[in-house]
C-alpha cells in the first residue's frame, strides 16, 4: 500500500458568491418521520443495511486476536484483527449452530472465539474450527458452517467501516464509489500522529435525525454554541456537500483571547440591592492570554451519511457514532483521539470543549424531539446556504426511503439487504423461506406494508 502525503493542515473555507439572489428553500421532510416506528424500520432497510458505516479506527487493534462488538440498527457484529493477514474483518456476532452470540464482551483478545452455548469455536478470519460431536455426522461440511462476514473497507489514514448489505445482485456500491473523494479530503490530515485517549455515551430520547439536523448545520451556533466563537469565526463556516458526505469549514480565531480576572473578594462586595456589605476598594483587573481550545488550525470536520462524523483539530480528533435504537431512542458514542505527546491538562481542556458543545447539542435534541411527538409541528421551511447540509443529507435519505419502499411495494413484501438466509445451499431452506415470504411473515419479522 502506497504512504499517504498529508497536507500540512486541513484547507480553509471555499469562497462563494454572496451578490447573487438565493435559490428557493425547500421545507424539512414532514415530522412523522421523527415519531413513526414503521418509518424507522424502514430506514433500517432503506439506509443502515445498505450504507458504509464509519465504526472505529484501526490504531485501537494492536495484536491478531484483539476485537471489538458493536450493534448497529440492531444489527450485533464485532471487528478483529486476523491472525493469518493483520487485516481488521467483520462478522455477524451469530454463532452459525443456533444463532447464539460468539462475542459477549465490549472487547477482548483472543484468536479463538468459542460460542458458549454449545462449544462451536471460529478463528479470526471467522473459520470454524470446532463443532464438538459434528466430526462423523454425515452431510455437514465445516467450511459451510463458518461466521457470516461483513463486508469491511480500512481508509489508508486507518479509518474502518462496515457495509451489512449481503445482497450482491441489488447494485452494490463500492466504499470508493459510496463515498468518491473523501480520501483525498482525509489525506488533509494526519491520524497517525494521534493516539486513543477515552470514550464515553450519550443516552438520548429523540429521533436519530434530530441530532444529524443539528450537526448538518451551524446556524444555530451564535445562539446555541457561544464558547464555540471563542474558537473558530462563526461568520466563515460553510458546509458542502459531496459524494454522501459533507465537509464543514471554518475560520479559526488565530489571535489570543484576553480573558479578564477579577480577583475582587465576593464577600467585600455588597449584597442584593446593595445592602448588608461594605464596598471594597477597586481592585485592578488581570489580563489574561487564553489558548485556544480548537487549536492552532482549521479544523477537518466530516459528516458520514447516515449517521456519523469525523472531527480533526489540532490537539485532538473525534469520532462520533449516532446509534439509532428506536423511532425515538438513540445512543450518541463518542471516541477521542489526542495528538501523541500532548500534555494531560491539554487533553483535559480540549476534552472539556468538546463535551460542553455536545451537551448544547444533546440538549437541543431532546427538547425538539418532545415537541415532534406532539404531533403539532409538520415540517419547517429550509435556509438554502445556511441548512445546505441539512437539505443535502434529508434529500438522500428521502431518496433512498422512496427508492427502497417502490422495491418493497413491488414484490408485495419487506427486503431486508441484511438478511444473510438467501445465501443459504440448503434447498430445503429456501423452500420453507419461500413458503414463509409468500404468506408475509418474513425471516424473524413482520412483512406487512400497512403503514
Known amino acids: ?37 414503521k418509518i424507522f424500520d424502514l430506514e433500517k432497510r ?33 471487528i478483529i484483527k ?6 481488521l474483518k467483520a462478522f455477524h456476532n451469530v454463532c452459525r449452530h443456533r444463532a447464539y452470540p460468539v462475542v459477549r464482551k465490549e472487547k477482548g483478545s483472543s484468536t479463538i472465539l468459542g460460542c458458549k452455548y454449545h462449544g462451536w469455536s471460529y478463528n479470526s478470519d471467522g473459520k470454524l474450527n470446532k463443532a464438538p460431536h459434528f466430526d462423523n455426522v454425515e452431510g455437514f461440511v465445516k467450511e459451510e458452517n463458518s461466521l457470516f462476514p461483513i463486508k469491511t473497507h480500512t481508509t489508508e489514514q486507518g479509518l474502518v467501516f462496515v457495509n451489512f448489505n449481503s445482497d450482491e445482485s441489488e447494485n452494490f456500491i463500492s466504499f470508493d464509489k459510496w463515498f468518491e473523494g473523501l480520501n483525498v479530503e482525509l489525506n488533509e490530515f494526519d491520524f497517525n500522529d494521534y493516539e486513543y485517549h477515552m470514550s464515553y455515551e450519550l443516552d438520548g430520547q429523540f429521533n436519530w435525525k434530530t441530532l444529524m439536523d443539528g450537526y448538518q448545520e451551524c446556524y444555530h451556533c451564535p445562539t446555541a454554541h457561544p464558547g464555540l466563537s471563542t474558537a473558530f469565526k462563526m461568520e466563515t463556516y460553510k458546509v458542502v456537500p459531496k459524494s454522501r458526505y459533507c465537509r464543514h469549514y471554518a475560520e479559526i480565531v488565530r489571535e489570543e483571547v484576553e480573558i479578564e480576572e477579577d480577583n475582587k473578594d465576593p464577600d467585600e462586595e455588597s449584597s442584593w440591592f446593595g445592602f448588608g456589605k461594605k464596598k471594597a476598594a477597586p481592585v485592578e483587573k488581570k489580563v489574561e492570554k487564553k489558548v485556544n481550545p480548537g487549536g492552532e488550525f482549521n479544523g477537518l470536520w466530516i459528516y458520514l451519511f447516515p449517521s ?21 431512542h438513540t445512543i450518541l458514542q463518542y471516541d477521542i483521539y489526542t495528538k501523541k505527546g500532548l500534555d494531560e491538562e491539554s487533553k483535559k481542556e480540549f476534552v472539556d470543549f468538546l463535551q460542553l ?9 431532546q427538547l425538539t424531539q418532545k415537541n415532534l411527538n406532539e404531533g403539532i409541528y409538520s415540517s419547517g421551511y ?17 431518496d433512498m426511503v422512496k427508492a427502497h419502499f417502490e422495491k418493497e411495494t413491488k414484490a408485495g413484501r419487506q427486503l431486508n439487504p441484511a438478511f444473510v438466509g438467501r445465501n443459504s445451499k440448503n434447498q430445503s431452506i429456501q423452500e420453507l423461506e419461500a413458503i414463509c415470504d409468500s404468506v408475509e411473515c418474513g425471516s424473524g419479522s413482520d412483512k406487512s406494508l400497512d403503514w
Open 357 to 365: 458543545v455536545e451537551l448544547e447539542d444533546f440538549n437541543l435534541c
Open 46 to 78: 432503506a439506509i443502515f443495511y445498505k450504507s458504509w458505516m464509519y465504526t472505529t479506527h484501526a490504531s485501537r487493534f494492536q495484536k491478531a486476536g484483539d476485537y471489538y462488538s458493536y450493534t448497529v440498527a440492531g444489527i450485533n457484529f464485532f
Open 82 to 87: 486476523s491472525k493469518v493477514d493483520g487485516k
Open 1 to 37: 500500500m502506497a504512504t499517504a502525503t498529508f497536507a500540512k493542515m486541513p484547507s480553509g473555507p471555499p469562497k462563494e458568491d454572496t451578490n447573487g439572489p438565493l435559490l428557493a428553500g425547500e421545507h424539512t421532510l414532514p415530522a412523522s418521520w421523527w415519531t413513526s416506528e
Open 382 to 398: 429550509l435556509h438554502p446556504q445556511k441548512e445546505r447540509g441539512v437539505l443535502y443529507y434529508q434529500g438522500v435519505v428521502r
Open 308 to 328: 456519523n462524523g469525523v472531527n480533526c483539530y489540532s490537539p485532538a480528533w473525534y469520532s462520533i457514532r449516532v446509534l439509532p435504537l428506536s423511532a425515538t
